[in-house]
């Protein structure tokens, strides 16, 4: 998300800087054409240079060589013209590269945007699943320890049961024992008493 922000932020400020120039570049460009528009009239030397007298021939050479002299300077001025307007030219092209470039990227943003909230809502959800996964598997672990807990016990009440089962039968064998041999013993006490023998 950082360099997100940072981005953002650098194309805010570009735009900024842009606008504030814009001002000076768009009445420049109002100033270069209409000195080109007025330039490209031709000249009325006559008619600016003209004297309400008919003009002597020292005069006339004065006023050819101001016009010669003048020549040069509004060819200068013609050049420099031509080449600021192919420099505004570059620079509208480079303008026109840019502010595709930037909307190209700003579609992508948007993009990685919707993409990034998609992302992030699908990450809440499998943290969602998670967490009711880790509680589920929580309240099985307890109910499996408790089944453990309790099969241990019974397996330990068992273990007392047949000891005691065993004893129980032990004594029962022994009590059957002893009644038999009381038995047998009142048998032979009546066959002797009796004189059976």
Known sequence: MDWLATYSQALEERDEREHVDKVCIESYTKLADHAAASWSTPLDVQGDAAPAEPATPKARSKGRGTVEAEAPALATLRIDLASTQKARATLESQLTDITTQLDALSTQQR????????????KQDVDRKLRDRDEELRGKSKLVEQAHDEMAALGLQLNVAEVRSERLEKENKELVERWMRRMGEEAERVNRDSKWE
């Open 111 to 122: 993009l990685s945007q919707q993409q990034l909230t998609v992302l992030t809502k699908q």
